[in-house]
């Protein structure tokens, strides 16, 4: 009866009524067959049934019960049966009078609701049973929408209890919870009643959905979890066969066809794989010097899109750290390629942060390799700061060329030093007087014709040799090849 009920988009009653009233019932359900699905004892139960239990189930699929009132009626057992199974279930309940009921009482739930007179009873001017039919059909299709859903929801509540709950297999659908809690909190004031059983069956069918969610998420968090590590072992293996061996000399550097294989797998591979391999190099300064040999392509394999602005943060810290290492004086050129290539990218904090990693490296240094390597990190970096941040450089480097008198090293801390000045606005000024300063001490080969001199004139006294220093030994042996 509900699918028929379904199909036509009618709403379906039951009609309840005692043998004695059998005519009356049979030609208000023969008028109501119009506009309605009928359910009624006599052609819905077939032999053999369960009557009782049948009777349950055309009750509860029922959007109304039209009870048929009479004498007969309100003293059977089974009318007052009926009755108490349709409150039970929160069914809308109509009672007709098909004739008077000459002094007996209704059943109690009864008592209290509104009739409809289908005989003349001239206490009632709106009696008849052309105006109780009218009555009766304007009843059935009040809030029409809403009582059929409470006999859906009455339906898969009862079939949820009946399985044994908590069962999820007849719970609603995660689609269905919002609607049903809709329809809940939405009740018209003369609808029936949403019974404990509706309320019980939506608030499972809500926990159970979260359960589902939960778990389904427990799940997917274990999938992304093995996919991660997958790649980053996918990732991990690229970069180990990107040999790139700390010893191989510049002139001979030449990609290998392992280091190829590599690289293309490193193009052809997702996002994830990509980014796992990024943060291998921006995590170990060492790998990052061991792979500035091939920082160009490596990163035309990554893709045109990187490096993003935070994976820039995380490798220019790697880089500059890298110029502490002792492989960097080998490789300095490109790690400062590499710099000058992430610079662009980089945020003004991060920026911030790596000069001050590079001053922090300038001052204690006395390595002459290395403090080339530092001058020419500052030059690269300056693009990215600030006039205050250029003259905190300047002040570091003008203090070192007032310390050296190595050319090779005055000329990389000078070239810092104009790309600094250009930042500065008082770059070029300080820079013209430390020029000055150096103009006016006497040059490498001056002091050594000096000594040159004073050699020859102790050696024609008969006088003892005057001892050189290690460092004016070197100053005089590039002299004299000058």
């Known amino acids: 009866m509900p699918e028929a009920a379904q199909k036509s988009g009618k709403l379906n009653d039951f009609i309840s009524y005692s043998r004695d009233d059998l005519a009356f019932a049979d030609q208000l359900r023969a008028f109501l067959l119009r506009d309605f699905v009928i359910a009624i004892d006599r052609e819905n139960i077939t032999a053999g049934d369960d009557w009782k239990k049948r009777l349950g189930i055309l009750i509860r699929d029922a959007d109304t019960i039209v009870f048929v009132l009479s004498p007969s009626s309100a003293q059977s057992d089974i009318c007052a049966w009926e009755v108490a199974e349709a409150v039970g279930l929160g069914k809308r309940i109509i009672p007709v009078l098909c004739r008077s009921l000459d002094g007996v009482k209704p059943p109690q739930q009864l008592a209290v609701l509104n009739y409809i007179f289908f005989y003349a009873e001239p206490k009632f001017p709106e009696s008849g049973f052309g105006t109780g039919l009218i009555r009766l059909v304007d009843a059935l299709n009040t ?27 007849r719970l609603l659908s995660a689609a269905d919870i919002g609607l049903a809690k809709a329809w809940a909190g939405s009740r018209p004031p003369k609808a029936p009643e949403i019974t404990s059983l509706q309320l019980e069956f939506i608030k499972a069918s809500e926990a159970e959905d979260i359960r589902r969610l939960r778990a389904e998420a427990t799940r997917l968090r274990e999938v992304e979890f093995q996919l991660d590590r997958a790649n980053q072992a996918l990732a991990a293996r690229i970069n180990s066969e990107l040999g790139f061996e700390p010893d191989t000399p510049l002139k001979a550097f030449a990609l290998k066809t392992r280091e190829r294989n590599a690289l293309w797998k490193l193009a052809c591979a997702d996002e994830h794989v990509k980014r796992h391999f ?3 190099l921006a995590g170990s300064p060492e790998e990052t010097v061991r792979t500035s040999l091939g920082f160009a392509q490596i990163w035309r394999a990554l893709g045109l899109l990187r490096p993003s602005v935070a994976e820039a943060d995380d490798l220019v810290i790697a880089v500059v750290r890298a110029y502490r290492t002792t492989d960097v004086v080998r490789k300095v050129k490109f790690l400062t390629a590499e710099l000058k290539a992430l610079v662009p990218k980089i ?8 000069l001050d990693s590079l001053i922090a490296q300038i001052d204690p240094t006395t390595d002459p390799y290395a403090l080339e390597a530092l001058a020419q990190a500052l030059q690269a970096l300056a693009g990215k700061l600030t006039k205050a941040q250029a003259s905190q450089a300047l002040d570091v480097v003008l203090k070192r060329i007032g310390q050296t008198f190595d050319h090779d090293w005055l000329r990389a801390l000078s070239q810092a030093l104009q790309a600094l000045g250009g930042r500065a606005e008082r770059g070029a000024g300080e820079l013209g007087a430390r020029r000055g300063a150096q103009a006016d001490r006497p040059d490498d080969r001056s002091r050594c014709s000096a000594r040159r001199s004073t050699r020859c004139s102790s050696r024609s006294a008969g006088g003892p040799i005057p001892t050189r220093s290690r460092r004016w030994r070197g100053r005089s042996r590039h002299c004299l090849a000058s």
């Not at 945020?347 to 790596?354: M, N, Y």
């Open 143 to 169: 809030d029409p929408v809403w009582v059929r859903e409470h006999t859906r929801y009455l339906r898969l509540a009862k079939e949820w209890e009946e399985v044994g709950n908590p069962s999820d297999r």
């Open 347 to 354: 945020s003004d904090a991060q920026a911030s942060q790596a």
């Open 278 to 280: 990024v943060s291998i």
